[in-house]
């Protein structure tokens, strides 16, 4: 048996493919429901009415999306140019920190909300950044492979964080709690909708959607980062400089996954916690190889994921199937994605 | 200063090394297994949270722990199966796919446990491997209990660095081995099949990486919770590095990694005001150092994480 | 005489493409047999056929009568078939006799015979006067030495029927002769050889008979004795392709000169010192041995890399920065070596592909954002008067053939009208066609008024072509002889380093001018 490749996958293969990795993995997830002694299609059903059941489930559902899709599209950008920035999730909580960091700043905190929440991005931004172009400085420096070290340094990450929420940005207020001090009210996002959790954060990550896929699509940039991923040698020749394009796209994809985070405490929490991110930055990862790396399937694959971990906690409750079947679900989406993809790319012969 | 001697000079500091480095002998020697036949294998973490968890709830449920061990290892070999169909015969990504197999088996782990164990507030226990006093040698003065009174997985970590090595260099399924990572094109010109001895060393590989998992749930701790692996496998793939992909290396990579862990776990409890995260940091912070120092000078596979298809170059 | 390989009917389809249709083919003792065809014509797929690389769809391969299971290396293997790879199959991390041993003994014997391994590795090497050191690296070694561990591999495995796959395509032509005669004195111990060539040449010189293979089948097959160069030529080509002939030159201005050129090889050899000149409408060829630095010279000169020491000046002067857009604002058309690790990104659109290197121009690009239409024009315009088949603007050029990348190469280098063009290898991998049309499109360059720096191991494309030859040897560059005193003989002294006669020839050749 050997794996032909296609001259030309069909369009129809390529949107096919996720369709059927996502519906494999509902299949083999539904085995492991049955496995534990609850009806799968019950369980499938309760997890849909749990996410947009209700008025609430909505908001929830929507509200988990957004980090999603910046964590995602974090990876989707740092992948494209082969950068393997497995990091999102310390990146994330950086990202977070430096929001009540920044507003600890002197005369910070009395900056009216307008001018004060994009300060407060771009903030998080550039602490995410900076954690990414370490690693690729010592990937470019000393040849060091950055999977290893972005992966090592997520751990870094969290006990700096948990470091700075015990120690100098403790909040005294909260009885002891390890929590960091608050972001004024100034720097939240405005909610938008009543009593519910759903905030501004989601048309924001919307919009740097879009904005990802225009630079991928139409800049110079985008086309240099493509050709460095895809060809590093020919990039070369064709004059593309390979350390500046890295470190534009590190810029990005560490920026996307800091501006994750600055988004979920402004949004939601307000303060950052050590259990801030249900590993936002690991389903990152899922989520761009889910949506192809193309910025756009980036938001769908952001609200499946949402999805299944929004309704599996009321499914969960209801049938006491461990929550972590979602969690199970989109690891094996990653896996029959990979081989979907494959499968629309290649032909198989004898 | 008499306090670094006190550490320095206390037996327990130095019987923990050993145990600490235990998980880390196995599972760099199942990283580079992986490497040495050319694949990435970034499944390690998500393995060894399963062999922890598989190797507990066996026990758990009646087996005895070297069942425990044994199944923890099969199991691994099964996501090692998984990782290997899925990058070598269809080469796709070895990163991807290894941190696919790292989220789905950590997540399958904790639905298992939780199925099995569904309402407990503190994690059940199981009793654990005993230190096994090795006769005459445990009554060495200072050596015997740091060398001699290890758990018996330690002693089989040892052994199997001797084994392996011995494997890699003296054999012709080493040689194969070594190949297969070199040049996959010259095994298979040789009549060696690469992909099958590539799907096999990935299999024997992902095993140790179960049995490291394994080893922390039955006999460093006694019990299972979520993500108590904390990064052990990726600090793996980075000792493999700092070892050049030698299995004696390895070892040594791990006795100093552990030296450094234990040190740091008793000065944090005798230095006053320094956080104890910036401890906790320095594992991951040493791997990098490890792998900044080395990443240069390490003879690399020529053949790592490049598919290999008949026919084609 | 006795049949030792016999293969029949072989048939080998790649999806719509068929590598070899019917083909019989036989082998008899201490026998020397050239399988003669263009690149494609389908010879390394019937011997990865024979050696159980591939299933063929119809036919069999006997060897001794004994019919080959299909599909297993190691069954040719046993059956004393072996195998030297045209890119070797050696493992440059590992010793000589580690490369050697490798899937010698049962896998999983407990242990090892180096020992015996050793003695019989040195053994064979004395015997068949292969000389090699059983434990140097294998990155230590020259191609020359490479070549002969391959061969000792087959040996090692009893090999008794010896299948080399372009053997020479890495040697200078005294070494290559060497190795015929060792091939020779092989055959008088019983060895028979196929070897798989496209250089009519050395298949004059070296084979008994002559299996000539063109798109995948056998046009004829001939003994030595009652052939001719032309002849096979004719059969192997299938028409008579002319290669285009050089004008005489009228070298112009100084356009390009390269003084004391050092650099640290650059996943090549080293430059040491390498000194030239370049003058409109002159063509300057560079010879050599592979892995002499040329792969580092024309990387040096297309702008990929500063040189350690010396200077490189363009039209007499240095550009700003010694880097690609510099280079080739500069006026330096660039025909990569490698066109398809370095030419072509195959998973990007072909007008992309045409437009990356100059996406900085602003012809290209403005504030940072792609001028797509400009892009597609221009690649419209070069599909057309390139005659590029089978390319679309807007499709992935991946699965272009050969000939139509590098004309789509070409066609993006010379339609800006380069001062300087620098081809490395050009016409390597292409068929006669193919060639023919690259070397018309490099002398309409050259007659345009532009400079053009040829870098090739194909002797008979750089004396085509060339106005002046050099060779480059050890990352220096020889003494520069005019065209017309090249012959085979003396290019092989020059690659070998042997300038001592060059000097009188060079200053002859500057009166001459």
């Not at chain 1, 996307?256 to 950052?272: H, I, N, P, R, S």
């Not at chain 2, 061990?69 to 998984?82: E, I, N, R, S």
């Amino acid at each position: 048996m050997r794996f032909e490749r296609r001259a030309h996958p069909s369009r129809a293969l390529t949107i096919l493919a996720p369709i059927c990795a996502i519906l494999l993995a509902l299949l083999l997830a539904g085995g492991l429901i049955a496995i534990a002694g609850a009806n799968p299609l019950k369980a499938y059903r309760l997890i849909l009415t749990g996410a947009f059941g209700s008025r609430l489930g909505l908001s929830e559902t929507l509200t988990r999306t957004t980090p999603l899709i910046l964590t995602g599209l974090a990876a989707a950008v740092a992948f494209r140019a082969r950068l393997w920035n497995i990091g999102a999730e310390g990146q994330f909580y950086l990202g977070a920190l430096a929001v009540p960091a920044f507003c600890m700043l002197p005369l910070v905190s009395s900056l009216p909300g307008p001018i004060l929440i994009p300060l407060c991005l771009m903030a998080g931004a550039v602490a995410g950044m900076v954690l990414l172009l370490l690693p690729l400085g010592l990937r470019l420096k000393f040849g060091v492979d950055e999977v290893v070290t972005t992966l090592l340094l997520n751990f870094v990450a969290v006990l700096f964080v948990s470091l700075m929420i015990e120690g100098p940005m403790k909040d005294p207020m909260a009885f002891g709690w390890p929590q960091s001090v608050p972001v004024p009210d100034a720097a939240i996002l405005p909610k938008l909708m009543d009593r519910a959790r759903l905030h501004a954060g989601l048309p924001l990550a919307l919009a740097v959607a879009v904005a990802v896929w225009w630079v991928q699509a139409r800049s110079v940039f985008g086309m240099r980062s493509r050709a460095v991923g895809l060809n590093p040698r020919a990039a070369a020749f064709a004059g593309v400089p390979l350390g500046r394009t890295l470190v534009a796209v590190a810029c990005l994809s560490g920026g996307l996954a800091g501006l994750a985070g600055a988004v979920e405490v402004m949004g939601v929490k307000a303060y950052v916690t050590t259990d801030l991110s249900p590993n936002y930055g690991y389903s990152g990862i899922v989520i761009a190889m889910l949506a192809n790396l193309n910025p756009l399937a980036v938001i769908a694959a952001a609200l499946f994921s949402a999805v299944m971990f929004v309704g599996a906690d009321s499914m969960s409750r209801a049938l006491s199937i461990p929550s972590y079947i979602a969690d199970v679900t989109v690891a094996l989406s990653l896996l029959t994605m990979l081989v979907a993809i494959f499968l629309a790319q290649y032909r198989i012969r004898r | 200063m008499s306090v670094l001697f006190d550490i320095l000079a206390s037996v327990g500091m130095w019987e923990a090394v050993l145990r600490i480095a235990t998980p880390l002998i196995l599972g760099t020697l199942g990283v580079l297994l992986c490497e040495r036949v050319g694949v990435l294998n970034l499944g390690i973490e998500g393995i060894m949270t399963f062999g922890a968890m598989i190797g507990w709830l066996t026990v758990y449920g009646g087996g005895d722990l070297w069942t425990g061990l044994l199944v923890a290892a099969a199991a691994g070999a099964m996501f090692g199966l998984l990782h290997a169909l899925l990058t070598v015969p269809l080469g796709l990504s070895q990163h991807v796919t290894g941190l696919g197999i790292t989220l789905f088996a950590a997540s399958f782990s904790y639905y298992v446990f939780r199925l099995a164990v569904p309402t407990a507030s503190s994690p059940p226990t199981i009793e654990p491997f005993r230190p096994l006093a090795v006769p005459f040698l445990s009554d060495l003065p200072f050596l015997g209990p740091v060398l001699f009174t290890q758990t018996a997985p330690t002693y089989l970590a040892l052994v199997l660095v001797a084994a392996i090595a011995w494997g890699l260099y003296r054999t012709p399924l080493g040689l194969a081995v070594r190949m297969a990572g070199e040049n996959p094109h010259a095994l298979d010109a040789q009549g060696v099949d690469p992909i099958l001895l590539r799907i096999g060393a990935i299999m024997a590989g992902s095993a140790l990486m179960g049995m490291a998992g394994a080893f922390l749930t039955t006999a460093a701790f006694n019990s299972f919770f979520p993500t108590m692996v904390q990064g052990r496998g990726w600090i793996c793939v980075a000792l493999v590095v700092f070892a050049s992909w030698r299995p004696e290396r390895a070892l040594l990579g791990a006795l100093l990694f552990a030296f450094f862990d234990a040190f740091q776990l008793r000065l944090q409890t005798v230095v006053d005001g320094v956080p104890y995260q910036l401890f906790l940091m320095l594992p991951y912070l040493l791997s990098i150092l490890a792998l900044v120092l080395m990443a240069r000078r390490a003879r690399v596979p020529q053949a790592l994480m490049q598919p290999y298809r008949r026919g084609e170059r | 005489m006795t049949r030792v390989l016999e293969l029949e009917g072989i048939t080998k389809r790649f999806g719509a493409v068929t590598a070899n249709d019917d083909v019989s083919l036989h082998l008899e003792r201490g026998e020397i047999v050239a399988l003669l065809g263009e690149n494609g014509a389908g010879k390394t797929t019937l011997m990865s056929i024979l050696f159980g690389h591939y299933t063929a769809d119809s036919g069999t391969v006997r060897v001794d009568g004994q019919e080959l299971p299909p599909g297993r290396s190691r069954a040719a293997i046993q059956a004393g078939v072996g195998m030297v790879h045209q890119h070797f199959a050696l493992a440059p991390n590992l010793t000589v006799l580690d490369n050697v041993l490798t899937g010698t003994e049962p896998l999983w014997k407990p242990r090892s015979d180096r020992a015996g391994g050793r003695e019989k590795l040195v053994g064979l090497a004395r015997r068949f006067g292969l000389k090699v050191d059983p434990d140097a690296r294998v990155s230590d070694l020259s191609v020359g030495e490479c070549q002969r561990v391959e061969i000792l591999k087959a040996l090692y495995n009893d090999a008794r029927i010896l299948i080399l796959d372009e053997p020479t395509a890495v040697l200078t032509a005294q070494e290559a002769e060497g190795l015929f005669a060792t091939l020779r004195q092989m055959t008088q111990r019983g060895l028979s050889l196929i070897f798989i060539s496209h250089k009519l040449g050395e298949v004059m010189a070296a084979a008994d008979r002559v299996v000539v293979l063109r798109h995948g089948r056998v046009v004829a097959e001939r003994r030595k004795v009652h052939t001719s160069k032309e002849e096979l030529a004719e059969l192997m080509v299938g028409r008579a392709v002319k290669r285009p002939t050089r004008p005489p030159a009228t070298p112009g201005e100084l356009l390009l000169e390269g003084v004391d050129l050092h650099l640290a090889g650059k996943g090549g050899a080293s430059l040491k010192g390498a000194s030239f000149h370049l003058r409109a409408g002159e063509t300057l060829g560079i010879i050599g041995v592979s892995g002499n630095g040329q792969t580092t010279l024309a990387g040096l000169v297309s702008g990929l890399y500063p040189p350690d020491v010396g200077k490189l000046l363009i039209e007499g002067h240095r550009p700003p920065r010694h880097d690609v857009p510099h280079a080739i604002a500069a006026g330096i058309g660039r025909i990569p070596e490698d066109r398809n690790a370095e030419g072509a990104i195959g998973d990007m659109t072909t007008w992309e592909n045409v437009v990356l290197e100059r996406i900085w121009s602003p012809d290209y690009s403005t504030r940072g954002l792609v001028r797509r239409d400009a892009a597609r024009a221009t690649t419209e315009a070069i599909l057309r008067d390139y005659d590029v088949r089978g390319a679309r603007v807007d499709g992935r050029i991946r699965l272009l053939s050969g000939g139509n990348m590098q004309k789509l190469i070409l066609g993006r280098v010379l339609s800006a009208d380069p001062r300087i063009v620098v081809a490395a290898q050009p016409s390597r991998g292409l068929d006669e066609g193919a060639i023919a049309g690259v070397h018309e499109r490099l002398l309409e360059a050259r007659s345009r008024g532009a400079g053009v720096l040829l870098i090739s191991e194909d002797l008979e494309e750089v004396m085509a072509l060339s106005d002046r030859i050099m060779a480059i040897v050890g990352g220096r560059l020889s003494p520069a002889i005019p065209a017309e005193r090249a012959t085979q003989q003396l290019l092989g002294l020059m690659m070998a380093g042997d300038w001592s006669t060059l000097d009188d020839i060079a200053a002859e050749g500057v009166h001459a001018v």
